[in-house]
């Protein structure tokens, strides 16, 4: 499913406009964005939960020329989904 059809989807689900369920999605993945930005977790009981992740900086090896290389540190998102979530996948 991409992004235009998740926004039909929600529109009949939700009895709202597209243009509506749009502006709601985006409102939604903007504040998501934004608190992940600023360090906070973001719990969603029936999804899961969305929170930064740091992977610390370590020493790797070009695997073409064995050479040794430093991986600097990385903040990535990431999602845990919550086991109501797991169980209606697996069903």
Do not use: D, W
């Amino acid at each position: 499913m991409n992004r235009q059809q998740l926004i039909k989807r929600m529109a009949e689900l939700s009895e709202m406009s597209q243009a509506e369920c749009k502006r709601v999605l985006a409102a939604l993945e903007n504040t998501i964005a934004q608190a992940l930005h600023e360090g906070e977790t973001v719990y969603l009981p029936p999804l899961g939960v969305f929170e930064v992740r740091h992977h610390l900086p370590r020493t790797g090896r070009n695997p073409q020329t064995g050479e040794t290389i430093e991986i600097p540190l990385r903040t990535v998102p990431a999602f845990k989904p919550a086991s109501t979530l797991k169980r209606a996948v697996s069903s």
